[in-house]
């Protein structure tokens, strides 16, 4: 039997496991996929390899501590320096990053994007600004505070903190900070956030689960929106295919994962 986890802190409420079984049992596997807390990232190899696991996802805040400890990193990952999926390829633990290609996908309905704001310095921040730039759009990044900006500076994204950000317009608004996630919060001071979505046309949280505050305050402008739940769906395609080697298509594994949200 093949036995695949996710691993992340909090991860409980993740409905990933959810997803993967539904495929799992629809296509008639024999296989498992579970939850794993992980405190402490460092040891997310030595617990893939304890469980003896043949493939797992990594979720917030382990993205960018697994990157460093794959045997071997490959596709989108090798730029983005944060990974989401771990596969034992032969006793080789190979990353990658599906959550890049499965955000392009999510937002496939929003058209003639050019310009995009993305709120937040993290790993899914990194993601998400190079699979934009690979497909042509102006990114900028926009964090709290500097200090996470360095990897954007280095690899040409105009980044900016609070402080010294002066409001532009932008097609696209994409909060993946953990805003809303838990609490009303916005990613953002609000009258920062209300000057900038007069101009936009899309707004996109990568929480889901909850109509959030920035959703909120987005729909208020009358902007078309998205949680983060198809970004969920899409990067769990293109992982459950990598655990097997691609064999599957993915419109009978995007069926059998998109019966699982409606549970």
Request: hydrophobic share 40%; net charge positive; aromatic share 12%.
């Amino acid at each position: 039997m093949k036995l695949f986890s996710i691993f992340g802190d909090p991860v409980f409420h993740s409905i990933s496991p959810r997803l993967h079984n539904n495929a799992i049992r629809n296509l008639n596997l024999d296989a498992c996929y579970i939850r794993q807390l992980v405190k402490n990232g460092d040891e997310i190899i030595e617990i893939f390899k304890d469980l003896r696991l043949d493939g797992a996802n990594v979720t917030v805040p382990h993205k960018e501590t697994a990157y460093k400890l794959c045997d071997e990193v490959r596709g989108i990952a090798k730029e983005i320096k944060a990974i989401n999926t771990l596969i034992n390829e032969n006793g080789k633990i190979i990353g990658y990053n599906t959550d890049a290609p499965g955000f392009f996908q999510a937002i496939s309905s929003f058209k003639n994007i050019k310009k995009a704001l993305i709120l937040g310095a993290g790993g899914t921040a990194k993601a998400i600004s190079f699979i934009l730039r690979q497909n042509n759009i102006d990114v900028t990044i926009l964090n709290r505070s500097k200090e996470r900006l360095e990897f954007f500076m280095k690899n040409g994204f105009d980044s900016f903190h609070w402080n010294n950000f002066n409001s532009n317009n932008f097609d696209i608004i994409i909060n993946t900070t953990s805003a809303g996630l838990k609490d009303e919060n916005l990613p953002l001071p609000i009258d920062i956030l209300s000057q900038i979505m007069q101009n936009a046309s899309y707004t996109f949280d990568v929480v889901y689960g909850r109509r959030t505050p920035f959703l909120q305050l987005s729909d208020k402008y009358n902007l078309q929106n998205k949680n983060g739940q198809d970004m969920l769906l899409y990067q769990g395609i293109i992982a459950f295919n990598l655990f097997y080697n691609n064999k599957f298509n993915t419109s009978v594994i995007e069926k059998h994962m998109r019966e699982a949200l409606t549970f």
